[in-house]
């Protein structure tokens, strides 16, 4: 028997609930119980919201299949989304892909834009903003790059580019932005609140980027 914290069995005894014992880890002070009725408790339901997060269930769904409820989804989808560590790419002189994917955000008036950044040999993302076609998103994503000394930088022809990546390194013809347009397809399909043409999308955009984040990075 170990502590669902800690991972050690420095515990005692600590009355019952429900019927069943309860108790008290010495070491990180916490109270808990060996099992628990409420199936969101179990200890492998946060990689199973993972991988189902990723094959193109919507929250409902999940809901349905582990018999939790939808906000118990919701917040849990946020909590792994904040234990998440971003693993820094720091390889120089690389080639970059950059475009920009429209996606739909129920509170959100204008068009909303998911913009991002690939590694083209690895496809690994860099980074990604949700928001605005805007100049100062494009350069946020742009100043990372730029960071990594790259060789080239792909993108298609939006007329913001050209104001934020030096010309010698920057690229813009038919056909150079294949890898990521790719991307986009696979994205939509993996992704249920990305899919066109249906009535998928996101109620916010914290749970859109928590989801992006476990998708890329979890
Ligand atoms: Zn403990």
């Given at each position: 028997?170990?502590?669902r914290?800690?991972?050690q069995?420095?515990?005692?005894k ?11 880890c ?39 299949i ?7 989804v919701?917040?849990?989808?946020l ?15 690389c ?13 959100g ?5 998911l ?21 100062e998103?494009?350069r ?13 930088i ?22 150079c ?9 696979t ?7 990305l ?9 916010k955009?914290?749970?859109l ?10």
């Amino acid at each position: 028997m170990k502590c669902r914290n800690c991972y050690q069995s420095n515990f005692i005894k600590k009355g019952k609930r429900n019927g069943k014992q309860r108790y008290h880890c010495k070491n990180c002070k916490c109270n808990f119980q060996l099992e628990y009725a409420y199936k969101a408790y179990q200890s492998n339901v946060d990689d199973l919201i993972k991988c189902l997060l990723k094959e193109s269930c919507g929250i409902r769904s999940i809901s349905r299949i582990i018999n939790i409820s939808a906000k118990t989804v919701l917040s849990r989808m946020l909590k792994i989304s904040n234990q998440i560590k971003i693993p820094y790419f720091n390889k120089q002189g690389c080639k970059f892909e950059v475009d920009e994917m429209s996606i739909k955000i129920a509170n959100g008036k204008k068009q909303n834009w998911l913009i991002y950044g690939i590694e083209r040999e690895t496809k690994l993302l860099i980074d990604f903003v949700v928001g605005g076609r805007t100049k100062e998103n494009i350069r946020q994503l742009i100043d990372k790059i730029l960071l990594l000394n790259p060789k080239r930088i792909y993108t298609d022809k939006l007329n913001i580019y050209p104001s934020l990546i030096p010309k010698e390194i920057h690229k813009r013809f038919q056909y150079c932005t294949n890898k990521i347009e790719r991307m986009n397809l696979t994205l939509r399909t993996h992704i249920k609140r990305l899919s066109r043409k249906t009535i998928c999308f996101s109620r916010k955009q914290k749970y859109l980027e928590a989801h992006l984040r476990i998708y890329f990075w979890g």
